[in-house]
Nanobody, 124 residues
């Protein structure tokens, strides 16, 4: 089970940290990812990381602003979001999977378990 939190409303240039508490599995052995879906758009990958850390994906639109991380002992996934822009407005979802091909890290279909989503609104 994945429980996302930390969304909210923020002005452009602001920061938010999303959290995703995971139960029932050990995140150390799982790839993790954050995805988002803006109104009227398809869900897209924001940032993903393999269990080994051998590959980290960031969407071009968030590179240098967002950071994905995990706290193994607490079984929590984080997404630190800085310098937020109105285009970042979306529902953000966390997801995880025990196995993912190196080349398919950012593919939605690679992920087996999904959280319920948390809304991020960036507006002045």
């Amino acid at each position: 089970q994945l429980q996302a939190s930390g969304g909210g409303s923020v002005q452009p240039g602001g920061s938010l940290r999303l959290s995703c508490a995971v139960s029932g599995i050990s995140l150390d052995a799982y790839a993790i990812g954050w995805f988002r879906q803006a109104p009227g758009k398809e869900r897209e990958a924001v940032s993903c990381i393999r269990a080994s850390g051998s590959r980290v994906f960031y969407a071009d639109s968030v590179k240098g602003r967002f950071t994905i991380s995990r706290d193994g002992p607490k079984n929590i996934i984080y997404l630190q979001m800085n310098s937020l822009k109105p285009d970042d407005t979306a529902v953000y979802y966390c997801a995880t999977t025990p196995r993912v091909a190196y080349s398919a890290l950012a593919a939605l279909s690679s992920y087996d378990y999904w959280g319920q989503g948390t809304l991020v609104t960036v507006s002045s």
